[in-house]
Structure formats: C-alpha cells, structure tokens
C-alpha cells in the first residue's frame, strides 16, 4: 500500500550542509543553539526546493564558506558558523581546550569577513541586504578579536 503524499517524508539535507559549512551538527544538543537547531530543521522541512538543494550539494564541492542563496536557513548557519560553541569562553573564564588552536577559526572567519565585503562591493544589492551584510561583518570582527584576545591571553599564561 502506497504512503499517502501528505504522510510521506521529504529528505532533509540540512546535515550535509552544515557538514560542508564545518558545522557540527551535534553542536546542537547546546542549550543556547538548540532552537537555532531546531528552527533550521524544521525550515529545511517545510523548504519548497529539495530538489534545487541536492543538485546544489552533488555539484558544490566538499567545503563551501556559505549556503545555497535559496537556502531558508541562510542567517541561522551563518550564525552557527560564526557561533561556533566550541571556540567560545568556558564559564570559568578559561579557555577550552578546543580552542587552544583558534588560529584555524580566525582564519576562516577572515575569509567569511573578505567574501563579504567583496559582495558589497561588486555586485549591486539592495540596502536592506547591504545592511544585514555589514550586521554580520561587524559580528565576525567581534568573534575575530574576541579569538585573538584569547589566544594572547593563552600566549602570556604560559
């Protein structure tokens, strides 16, 4: 007996790409991040262009900087991506120990903040996008001086 269309379950790739974007998806067990999580699932649910996504994710290669431009969850995995809760400060105001690198994480954001200001400045967008696009940029540089200061305060306790 078929499965009715109404019952049948579209295939969700938000994994994928967030693999591709480098992040964890198990990142969203985290107090914090577990609407963003949850949110993106159910956007990626209800997204009318299943099929325009996986044609995009068998051609994109293995690590992309930024979503698909139809992608619902556009602003939720920037915001993991620059949020990463492992490169965060713990509570006790030390660093974790899997940020004792962040020099990766930096670099990566840096590229993020330099794909930004190179969409601002080539292509012709409208002011509402052009403003939410310098909002980020101003959150990355934020993360980016907030991973320096860590790795100097490291760099001066040892």
């Not at 107090?31 to 044609?55: I, W």
């Not at 995009?56 to 690590?63: I, K, R, T, V």
């Not at 200001?117 to 996008?129: K, N, T, Y």
């Not at 980020?136 to 760099?155: F, G, N, V, Y």
Request: charged share 25%; proline share 7%.
């Amino acid at each position: 007996m078929a499965v009715p269309a109404q019952n049948r379950r579209h295939p969700l790739y938000l994994i994928e790409l967030m693999q591709r974007l480098g992040i964890d998806p198990g990142e969203g067990v985290i107090a914090r991040l577990s609407l963003s999580y949850a949110t993106a699932v159910h956007r990626c649910d209800a997204c009318p262009a299943k099929q325009e996504c996986r044609d995009w994710l068998d051609s994109a290669p293995q690590s992309v900087t930024f979503a698909p431009h139809f992608c619902p969850n556009n602003d939720i995995l920037f915001e993991l991506q620059v949020d990463r809760p492992s490169l965060s400060r713990a509570p006790s105001g030390r660093v974790p120990e899997k940020a004792a690198e962040p020099h990766a994480h930096v670099a990566d954001l840096e590229r993020l903040e330099v794909e930004i200001d190179e969409v601002l400045l080539c292509q012709s967008i409208d002011d509402a996008v052009s403003a939410e696009l310098k909002r980020r940029r101003s959150q990355l540089r934020d993360e980016i001086a907030c991973l320096r200061q860590q790795a100097a305060a490291k760099t001066r306790s040892i």
